[in-house]
C-alpha cells in the first residue's frame, strides 16, 4: 500500500469535522504555483463572479464563518 493510499484509509476514519479541519490544514500547504489549472466553464464562472462582486451585486461571507457554519452541521 502506498503513502498516499495508508493516509488516505486513515483519514477516512476521522470524524467529518476531523476531515474538514485536515482538507483546511492541507490546502494551506499547497504551494500557489502547484494548484491545478481550471477549465474553460470554470474560469468563466469566476470571472462572472468576480464582476458581479465588483459591481456590489454579490455579499461576501468570510472563509471563518463559512468554515465554522460547515462544521457545525458535521457536528
Known amino acids: 500500500m502506498s503513502n498516499y493510499d495508508s493516509v488516505l ?8 469535522p476531523d476531515r474538514v479541519r485536515l482538507i483546511d490544514a492541507l490546502w494551506d500547504t499547497v504551494p500557489a ?17 468576480v464582476d458581479a462582486f465588483q459591481r456590489g451585486h454579490e455579499a461576501t461571507v468570510p472563509w471563518s464563518q ?10
Do not use: N, Y
Request: proline share 3%; charged share 35%; no cysteine.
Open 9 to 16: 484509509s486513515a483519514a477516512t476514519e476521522l470524524s467529518p
Open 33 to 49: 504555483e502547484a494548484e491545478s489549472q481550471f477549465s474553460d466553464e470554470w474560469l468563466a464562472e469566476i470571472e462572472r463572479r
Open 66 to 75: 463559512v468554515r465554522d457554519e460547515a462544521l457545525a452541521r458535521l457536528g
